[in-house]
């Protein structure tokens, strides 16, 4: 089960992460020119409803497509959206998921029962009309039955949210929320449900609070300078760099192995969410757009006019209070780092396990996340100095999204969370999995193996 909502979650983060640019385009349009923008102008801000009702979905359905059925899948899965968008009276952004992996699985499953049975001269011919034909079906049938069923559930959806909202009962979501991005459903959570359902409302009233649940920086900030001060052994150490990253740079994965190694420091991070979501509900924050990544410069880019000061407040308090609690915790549960120990073990074991990679042939290396933009960036600039610094830079180290690990890599370092899916991508590359993005320990023992040749 949890494997199965984890997929799904993944699935629809998979689709919105590719497309955050036009997303903060969108935001920034909106910011500057609608009525009560910074610079108010009817022509320019004529813009904003196109692109949250046409363009943003229909990229969002060309990337599910394309998922699932490559380039072809993509352009059958934009097909299949714009019946979903025009068969709806919202922006449709649910029913993009849907219309858009829809049409991508039905164009491969159509081009896997025409392999080899295509005369010579007619692939073209075939493909195009392929294509055309099972997009213009599907967008027919998203038009009249998926469009209108989509559109009630988000609806539905909004509706409990809304309920909420109005009740004072928004900040209880901190309590699922921050376990979940413990587990690596941070983006899932952020950009699978809390991205379209902001949308909508920054439409309607400027702002949206959904967009900060996740994305608040407080939490996690709070947390590691707890673990700067009152930290052991190589927590402490690592704590400070993994500041700078986790505000500044807002990679948010940096600090989940910190909770992991002492787990009851989830309590501070729910706390800390759930203080500044309530501030933020209370002063009536928000932001125009989604903050990827989660950084303090990204929050304050996507804030609105009227809105820093709740915005500033909802980041410091969630801070302060997550800090405070970690404090506490720290100081009475504490314990020395064990996980790291058992990383390095593993690491001996994959050692004595490996069947022998011709590391002189290595070429590429590829560090994997969930969406290829966040802790594999990071990682993958870390894992690059680091050979430069062996004499090893002939080795070229990329990163991208655990699902489309590149054929040519011949290792994947990837987090272990995340082990099973980079497998199933590349099968024949060999796997490193860590657990610590700043200072893993199986960095220097691939770097060892490389320089042995």
Same mark, same amino acid.
């Given at each position: ?6 997929? *799904?979650?993944?699935?629809? /983060? ?18 500057? =020119? ?15 409803? @196109? ?8 990229? !969002?359905?060309?990337? $599910? ?23 709806? $009276? ?10 858009? @992996? ?30 055309? #034909?099972?997009?213009? !079906?599907? &967008? ?8 209108? *069923? ?16 109005? %009740?004072?009962?928004?900040? =209880? ?20 449900? =809390? ?9 309607? *009233? ?23 001060? #009152? ?14 990253? %986790?505000?500044?740079?807002?990679? %948010? ?50 804030? @609105? ?43 001996? /074991? ?8 011709? =590391?002189?042939?290595?070429?590429? *290396? ?12 990071? $990682? &993958? ?17 990329? %990163?991208? @999204? ?52």
């Amino acid at each position: 089960m949890k494997q199965a909502i984890q997929k *799904i979650g993944r699935s629809l /983060s998979a689709m919105v992460m590719p497309n955050l640019g036009a997303f903060i385009a969108w935001g920034l349009i909106t910011a500057l =020119f609608i009525p009560t923008g910074w610079i108010p102008n009817e022509k320019l801000g004529n813009m904003v409803g @196109p692109w949250l009702t046409y363009l943003l979905p229909l990229l !969002i359905g060309y990337t $599910g497509g394309k998922m699932v059925g490559g380039t072809r899948g993509g352009l059958v899965g934009a097909t299949a959206s714009i019946g979903v968008i025009m068969g709806a $009276g919202i922006p449709m952004f649910l029913g993009a998921m849907i219309a858009g @992996p829809l049409g991508g699985y039905c164009i491969k499953k159509f081009d896997e029962a025409t392999e080899g049975k295509i005369p010579a001269g007619f692939e073209m011919l075939v493909n195009n009309f392929s294509a055309g #034909i099972i997009g213009g !079906i599907l &967008s027919i049938i998203c038009y009249l039955g998926i469009g209108p *069923i989509a559109e009630a559930a988000t609806n539905g959806l909004g509706a409990g949210v809304g309920w909420l909202v109005e %009740h004072g009962m928004l900040p =209880f979501a901190s309590i699922l929320v921050e376990p979940a991005k413990i587990l690596f459903l941070n983006n899932a959570i952020n950009h699978g449900v =809390f991205t379209p359902l902001g949308a909508q409302q920054s439409q309607e *009233i400027g702002r949206s609070i959904y967009y900060m649940i996740e994305s608040n920086p407080g939490p996690g900030l709070g947390l590691l300078l707890a673990y700067c001060l #009152i930290g052991k052994g190589s927590a402490k150490s690592n704590a400070p760099g993994a500041v700078i990253i %986790h505000f500044f740079g807002g990679i %948010h994965e940096i600090y989940f192995p910190f909770v992991l190694m002492n787990p009851v420091l989830i309590l501070a991070m729910i706390g800390g969410g759930f203080s500044g979501v309530l501030t933020l509900s209370i002063l009536g924050g928000g932001l125009v757009a989604p903050a990827s990544p989660g950084s303090i410069f990204a929050e304050l880019m996507m804030t @609105p006019k009227g809105a820093y000061v709740a915005n500033i407040a909802g980041i410091l308090i969630g801070g302060g209070v997550s800090f405070l609690l970690s404090m506490v915790l720290l100081k009475v549960f504490g314990r020395e780092d064990s996980d790291l120990a058992a990383a390095r073990e593993s690491v001996r /074991s994959m050692k004595a396990e490996s069947k022998g990679l011709g =590391f002189s042939a290595v070429k590429k *290396i590829v560090f994997a996340c969930d969406a290829g933009m966040g802790s594999s960036a990071m $990682g &993958s600039t870390k894992l690059r100095k680091k050979l430069q610094s062996a004499g090893l830079s002939a080795i070229a180290v990329v %990163h991208s @999204p655990v699902s489309e690990v590149p054929a040519d890599a011949d290792i994947i370092v990837v987090h272990k969370e995340l082990r099973e899916r980079a497998a199933a991508s590349n099968p024949n590359a060999r796997l490193v999995a860590i657990t610590d993005f700043l200072n893993a320990p199986e960095y220097e023992a691939l770097i060892a193996e490389l320089k042995k040749g």
